[in-house]
């Protein structure tokens, strides 16, 4: 039981977007790892904004354990040779390849080398785009197919306390025109000073939690995981409502809850 009288029995977990920028650098994503270059040192060959080919050295003696190399100890060679762009592990223990610049002429493309046997970059360009409001994330450019990888951004994970509130449960069945379908609708409700706390509600007093930001899972407060909700399809906020309880002293309704509406879409709208 909580200060405000609200019983929060759960936790979400989100990852937000980022959109500190109006356009996006395209990022190059490799399998997870660890990652086995025991078999002796190998080069990676990528090219960055349609520039040159750089071939970067992966060298065995770089890593700890050459046989489970990290995304770290990769990433860090790479960055360190590349240049017009920057190479970083990711929270899946994947290895990112970004360009420094962003929008159409930011491509990054991992045109093969020995290390990709061992990586998997996928042998494709992938290019920047812009930020699609619709879509709910940043989106590639180059030909319409988006068969790379999407540049989109996210931060950190975020766990804050919350209720559910679940009109339609999203795991049951319905039948739909297509057969059987699954309910993916879920409202998740938020306490302001949480999000205050954690610095996500802006200086205008709005939450910083908005369309497009992606539900990970719901745990107990044991930090047990009660439900995951695997990306594709994902589970995405479409509708950020705020609300209260109670009167301040003036008067005035308190603005003092945050109800995230999310589902397995990205699109605007109920």
């Not at 980022?18 to 650098?25: E, I, K, L, Q």
């Not at 090219?47 to 046989?67: M, P, R, W």
């Not at 995405?236 to 209260?244: K, L, Q």
Request: hydrophobic share 35%.
């Amino acid at each position: 039981m909580r200060g405000s009288g609200l019983i929060f029995r759960f936790n979400v977990v989100l990852r937000l977007l980022d959109t500190t920028r109006t356009a996006a650098s395209s990022i190059a994503t490799s399998n997870a790892g660890p990652f086995d270059f025991s078999a002796g040192d190998t080069v990676l060959d990528v090219k960055v904004d349609g520039g040159a080919t750089q071939n970067i050295d992966i060298l065995e003696a770089y890593f700890a354990d050459s046989s489970a190399g990290t995304a770290a100890e990769v990433a860090a060679q790479i960055d360190a040779a590349l240049s017009g762009g920057e190479s970083y592990p990711d929270a899946e223990s994947r290895v990112v390849i970004g360009s420094d610049t962003e929008g159409d002429g930011s491509i990054v493309e991992v045109t093969g080398g020995t290390a990709n046997a061992v990586l998997g970059f996928p042998v494709v360009e992938v290019a920047g785009g812009g930020y699609n409001d619709l879509a709910g994330g940043y989106v590639p450019i180059d030909d319409g197919s988006q068969s790379g990888q999407s540049p989109r951004r996210e931060g950190e994970e975020v766990t804050l306390p919350c209720q559910l509130r679940r009109p339609r449960d999203w795991g049951s069945q319905f039948a739909g025109p297509g057969g059987s379908e699954e309910r993916a609708d879920v409202m998740i409700g938020l306490y302001r000073p949480d999000l205050e706390e954690i610095g996500l509600i802006d200086a205008n007093g709005r939450p910083a939690i908005q369309l497009g930001d992606r539900v990970v899972r719901i745990e107990n407060l044991d930090d047990d995981t009660e439900e995951a909700f695997p990306n594709p399809p994902g589970m995405w906020v479409y509708e950020v409502e705020r609300g209260g309880f109670g009167l301040s002293f003036t008067g005035t309704s308190r603005f003092n809850l945050v109800t995230l509406h999310c589902r397995k879409d990205r699109m605007v709208g109920p």
